[in-house]
């Protein structure tokens, strides 16, 4: 993807939707980036989620551009960016089956000790 207005900039949030950083042409990183697919995310509007998140003004585990303030350098060579998967419903999932595991975990202790303490 590249900026919309090459002497302008465009900025690089995170995966909380804070600044990080921008695209530009000198002195920042750059006026194009690479990308790995598009979501539609915050103020329901889409954006393009970065190859790599490293090397900004601040840390991050992932990182975004405006759809509406970048374009692909070649429109739809070799295909344009898919859909991001839904990551969230992956995480929660995985929340979910982490505290189920412990409220398992937490009575089969219980009825050990249970069984512990009536034996003696």
């Known amino acids: 993807m590249t900026m919309n207005e090459p002497e302008g900039t465009v900025t690089v949030y995170n995966q909380d939707h804070v600044p990080i950083g921008h695209l530009g042409p000198s002195p920042y990183q ?8 598009r979501t539609k995310a915050w103020d329901d509007a889409y954006w393009y989620r970065l190859l790599n998140a490293e090397g900004w003004d601040f840390p991050a585990t992932t990182a975004y551009v405006s759809a509406d303030e970048t374009h692909e350098l070649n429109p739809g060579v ?4 898919p859909d991001c998967a839904n990551v969230g ?10 505290g189920g595991l412990l409220a398992i975990w937490a009575v089969a202790a219980a009825a050990a000790w249970r069984r512990r303490s009536g034996r003696s």
């Open 30 to 37: 750059s006026p194009s980036v690479n990308v790995v697919c």
């Open 78 to 81: 070799p295909y344009p960016p």
């Open 89 to 98: 419903c992956a995480r929660k999932g995985g929340q979910i089956a982490g």
